[in-house]
């Protein structure tokens, strides 16, 4: 009787102490490196003892994540606390209600001493009609990556345009004469990073989507020509004529396996190319900014990763308090040292413990401050799958690079006008 | 049978025993009501509204009558989406028919040890399908695919399958055939099995072919169970989505009207006209459902 009197106490005890800890359910998708971020999550639980931190793990693709949140957010289910989301997000979220902002948490000038210190390219993504959704993660950006023992075989120096990378990578292949080598990979799957692809020629001749007063100005010949440009490179044999079968990680992978002389991806691949351990092709790589396209400048497309709070969760105020750790400099360079993630604090570029691992980060940040965003709009979904599903389509070959360009003009504009 | 009627007739008349079946009955009906009756009313009632989660509509749906149905009725990928549904009803529906059948004769042979040939058949049933779309994705892979290897052996060409739409229609109806025809193979084998012997035996006397016995006993004989197997197989088929969608990398150049359905409710979030899409393929499965049923009742008399 008396031990099971202290077995009773036990009990009570125990489910008292567990009814103080709050739990805190936080959503990455698969490609965001959650062993890395569950490192960062454990330093979180050991100074706060008080809460725990479960992470859960999504898709590998932007889209793919976000419609499994989709069916998680639209259902109001309180399950998960905080969701790591792309940067062309923070618009559709605030629309949709599913962020609880920032602001109530935040002074006003806390605010602004707060996202003074972040590259202003992330301020801008994530303060949407002048209400703060979320706060980033960490930074993003596409480079061109390459083979540096090719380069060097064959006297090349790195690319700055890609008349450079065309001309190179014929040579390379010409003289490799390697059928399991391809030239220059570029996302040509219809998946999220497709709009990048077709946006970076049109930014590069001037262009965008929207013009500065956030109305719709694309033309059918700018649209035109950036899809003649990547459809010219597989005439040109420089790219395979598959590159519709083509997300970018299957170009990640090809590479990592020997299978590219060069690629266009974003920051995160460096990491995976210096330290998998199926890596063939470790110390071959250089990183260098995108190539300055014909008779344009040299453009990146934005990418990068943002916090936010569900409306639905039951724990706002823990929540808030860890998206402020997540989103501090201390965390921005973990990452980046873990996972070669590019920060969004622009000093810690020059942080020597960052470049001993990344010593490309030295001239990365111009590119990531030149970056340009992809369109904010609260049916950006809709504006993503026109551009990426007929950007596929016309290196396909089932469409010419003129009906495609038709076709997205005119879709996009029915968006915009409200349709 | 005949004795034990009037006994039923006398407790049918018991209310205490109708009470009970109305206690038994009631939660079946309830779950009916709530996992299926429930749904369907509300897909009707959302598709009356213009209702974007991406705008005001989201919390506030703005009531539009049938504008829903005359918007898609203009919409043009509405009408392709719809094609391609009935295509692949048309090809794979008979498709799975004649492979399921041919399959089911070969299981009803005399094996010494029938336990693999039944494995075999059961497997492709017992797959997911995004499963199986995965797989049948990777075997028309251009680079790394299987059938192209075949073909380049055999001196042909590699061919794009998966970005080719005409291609990528006749791959989707191959894997479709593929996992649903040992469905239906394994409903006619049930079939097959009740035909009596003797009827054989008496046709071999009389002199008839194997030939003129499967078309004269075993087919005829066969047709109620071919019946069934067609209505679920072509009901599925106008449901077709996950091999499509699997196959094509989240691109949507082959779409069938379940693929619209989810990209506009669930990518585009406009539940208002994605429900009036769901509610139109609901009333095509409908139509296919009553001509099915009609037609089986029409054989039974």
């Given at each position: 009787?008396?031990?099971?009197?202290?077995?009773?106490?036990?009990?009570?005890?125990?489910?008292?102490?567990?009814?103080?800890?709050?739990?805190?359910?936080?959503?990455?998708?698969?490609q965001?490196?959650?062993?890395?971020m569950r490192?960062?999550?454990?330093?979180?639980?050991?100074r706060?003892p008080?809460?725990?931190?479960?992470?859960?793990?999504?898709?590998?693709t932007?889209?793919?994540?976000q419609?499994?949140?989709?069916?998680?957010?639209?259902?109001?289910?309180?399950s998960?606390?905080?969701?790591?989301?792309?940067?062309?997000?923070?618009a559709?979220?605030?629309?949709?209600?599913?962020?609880d902002?920032?602001d109530k948490?935040?002074?006003?000038?806390?605010?602004?001493?707060?996202?003074?210190?972040y590259?202003?390219?992330?301020?801008?993504?994530?303060?949407?009609n002048?209400?703060?959704?979320?706060?980033?993660?960490?930074?993003?950006?596409?480079?061109?990556?390459?083979?540096?023992?090719?380069?060097?075989?064959?006297?090349?120096?790195?690319?700055?345009?890609?008349?450079?990378?065309?001309?190179?990578?014929?040579?390379?292949?010409?003289r490799?004469?390697?059928?399991?080598?391809n030239?220059?990979?570029?996302?040509g799957?219809?998946?999220?990073g497709?709009?990048?692809?077709?946006?970076?020629?049109?930014?590069?001749?001037?262009?965008?989507?929207?013009?500065?007063q956030?109305?719709?100005?694309?033309?059918?010949?700018?649209a035109?020509?950036?899809?003649?440009?990547?459809?010219s490179?597989?005439?040109?044999?420089?790219?395979?004529?598959?590159?519709?079968?083509?997300?970018?990680d299957?170009?990640?992978?090809e590479?990592?396996?020997g299978?590219w002389?060069?690629?266009?991806?974003?920051a995160?691949?460096?990491?995976?190319f210096?330290?998998?351990?199926?890596?063939?092709?470790k110390?071959?790589i250089?990183?260098?900014?995108?190539?300055?396209?014909?008779?344009?400048r040299?453009?990146?497309?934005?990418?990068?990763?943002?916090?936010v709070?569900?409306?639905?969760?039951?724990?706002?105020?823990q929540?808030?308090?860890?998206?402020?750790?997540?989103?501090?400099?201390e965390?921005?360079?973990?990452?980046?040292?873990?996972?070669?993630?590019?920060?969004?604090?622009?000093?810690?570029?020059r942080?020597?413990d960052?470049?001993?691992?990344?010593?490309?980060f030295a001239?990365a940040?111009?590119?990531?401050?030149?970056?340009?965003?992809?369109?904010?709009?609260?049916?950006?979904?809709?504006?993503?799958?026109?551009?990426?599903?007929?950007?596929n389509?016309?290196?396909?070959r089932?469409?010419?690079a003129?009906?495609?360009?038709?076709?997205?003009?005119?879709?996009?504009?029915a968006i915009?006008?409200?349709? | 049978?005949?004795?034990?009627?009037?006994?039923?007739?006398?407790s049918?008349?018991?209310?205490?025993?109708?009470?009970?079946?109305f206690?038994?009955?009631?939660?079946?009906?309830?779950l009916?009501?709530?996992?299926?009756?429930?749904?369907?009313a509300?897909?009707?009632h959302?598709?009356?509204?213009?209702?974007?989660?991406?705008?005001?509509?989201?919390?506030?749906?703005?009531f539009v009558g049938?504008?829903n149905?005359?918007?898609?009725?203009?919409?043009?990928?509405?009408?392709?989406a719809?094609?391609?549904t009935?295509?692949?009803?048309?090809?794979?529906?008979p498709?799975?028919?004649?492979?399921?059948?041919?399959?089911?004769?070969?299981?009803?042979?005399p094996?010494?040890?029938?336990?693999?040939?039944r494995?075999?058949?059961?497997?492709?049933?017992?797959?997911?399908?995004?499963?199986?779309?995965?797989?049948?994705?990777?075997?028309?892979?251009?680079?790394?695919?299987?059938?192209?290897?075949?073909?380049?052996?055999?001196?042909?060409?590699?061919?794009?399958?998966?970005?080719?739409?005409?291609?990528?229609?006749w791959?989707?109806?191959?894997?479709?055939?593929?996992?649903?025809?040992s469905?239906?193979?394994?409903?006619?084998?049930?079939?097959?099995?009740?035909?009596?012997?003797e009827?054989?035996?008496?046709?071999?006397?009389?002199?008839?072919?194997r030939?003129q016995?499967?078309?004269?006993?075993?087919?005829?004989?066969?047709?109620?169970?071919?019946?069934?197997?067609?209505?679920?197989r072509?009901?599925?088929?106008f449901?077709t989505?996950?091999?499509?969608?699997?196959m094509?990398?989240g691109?949507?150049?082959?779409?069938?009207?379940?693929?619209?359905?989810?990209?506009?409710?669930?990518?585009?979030?406009n539940f208002?006209?994605g429900?009036?899409?769901?509610?139109?393929?609901?009333?095509?499965?409908?139509?296919?459902?009553?001509?099915y049923?009609?037609?089986?009742r029409?054989?039974?008399?």
């Open positions: 009787m008396k031990r099971f009197f202290w077995l009773l106490v036990a009990v009570l005890l125990a489910s008292s102490g567990l009814a103080q800890q709050t739990r805190l359910r936080v959503f990455v998708g698969g965001q490196r959650p062993d890395v490192k960062i999550l454990d330093l979180y639980q050991q706060n008080g809460v725990r931190v479960d992470i859960e793990v999504g898709g590998a932007s889209d793919q994540q419609q499994y949140l989709t069916t998680v957010l639209a259902s109001r289910d309180p998960i606390d905080i969701i790591l989301i792309d940067v062309i997000r923070p559709q979220y605030l629309a949709s209600r599913w962020a902002t920032i948490y935040l002074p006003a000038a806390t605010r602004q001493a707060l996202l003074r210190q590259l202003p390219a992330y301020t801008q993504a994530n303060v949407i002048g209400q703060l959704v979320a706060l980033p993660g960490f930074a993003d950006a596409m480079f061109l990556y390459y083979r540096t023992d090719l380069l060097e075989k064959y006297g090349f120096k790195p690319p700055t345009t890609w008349e450079e990378v065309i001309q190179q990578a014929q040579t390379i292949l010409q490799e004469n390697n059928p399991t080598l030239g220059i990979g570029f996302i799957a219809p998946a999220e497709a709009v990048c692809t077709f946006l970076l020629p049109v930014w590069a001749a001037g262009g965008d989507v929207t013009n500065a956030g109305q719709f100005a694309l033309t059918v010949e700018q035109q020509r950036a899809l003649q440009f990547w459809v490179l597989m005439d040109q044999r420089v790219s395979p004529p598959n590159m519709a079968e083509k997300p970018q299957t170009i990640r992978q590479m990592q396996a299978r002389v060069f690629g266009t991806l974003f995160y691949a460096w990491n995976r210096q330290n998998d351990a199926d890596s063939q092709v110390g071959k250089g990183v260098v900014p995108l190539p300055a396209f014909p008779g344009g040299q453009v990146s497309c934005l990418g990068g990763w943002q916090w709070v569900s409306d639905f969760s039951r724990n706002k105020a929540a808030h308090k860890l998206v402020r750790f997540l989103s501090s400099p965390v921005s360079k973990i990452l980046a040292i873990e996972a070669s993630n590019l920060p969004v604090f622009p000093a810690l570029y942080d020597p960052i470049l001993r691992v990344n010593p490309w001239q940040l111009p590119v990531v401050q030149a970056a340009r965003a992809r369109p904010q709009h609260p049916r950006y979904a809709e504006i993503s799958e026109v551009i990426r599903v007929t950007t389509q016309v290196l396909a089932q469409k010419t003129e009906q495609g360009a038709r076709d997205i003009v005119n879709r996009l504009q915009y006008s409200g349709r | 049978m005949t004795q034990q009627e009037p006994r039923y007739r006398r049918f008349g018991d209310l205490s025993e109708r009470a009970l079946a206690w038994l009955l009631l939660p079946a009906t309830l009916l009501g709530l996992v299926a009756l429930y749904p369907v509300r897909l009707f959302n598709s009356l509204f213009r209702r974007r989660l991406t705008d005001e509509t989201g919390t506030n749906p703005v049938l504008g149905f005359a918007q898609a009725l203009s919409d043009e990928r509405f009408w392709t719809l094609w391609n009935f295509l692949i009803v048309l090809v794979t529906v498709g799975a028919l004649v492979v399921g059948l041919l399959l089911a004769l070969l299981a009803n042979l094996f010494q040890v029938r336990w693999p040939v494995l075999g058949l059961l497997l492709p049933w017992a797959l997911p399908l995004v499963f199986a779309g995965l797989i049948f994705r990777w075997f028309f892979d251009s680079q790394y695919g299987v059938v192209n290897d075949v073909l380049v052996r055999l001196g042909g060409e590699r061919l794009l399958w998966v970005t080719t739409p005409e291609l990528l229609f791959a989707v109806c191959l894997t479709i055939i593929w996992k649903t025809s469905f239906v193979a394994l409903i006619l084998l049930a079939g097959l099995q009740v035909i009596p012997k009827l054989y035996e008496a046709a071999a006397v009389d002199g008839a072919s030939w016995s499967f078309w004269r006993i075993t087919l005829p004989l066969l047709t109620p169970a071919l019946l069934v197997a067609a209505i679920f072509t009901i599925t088929a449901q989505f996950d091999i499509p969608f699997a094509q990398n691109g949507s150049s082959f779409e069938t009207l379940a693929m619209y359905v989810r990209t506009t409710s669930i990518e585009n979030l208002g006209y429900s009036a899409l769901a509610v139109l393929m609901f009333l095509v499965s409908l139509g296919v459902t009553l001509l049923l009609r037609h089986i029409g054989a039974d008399d």
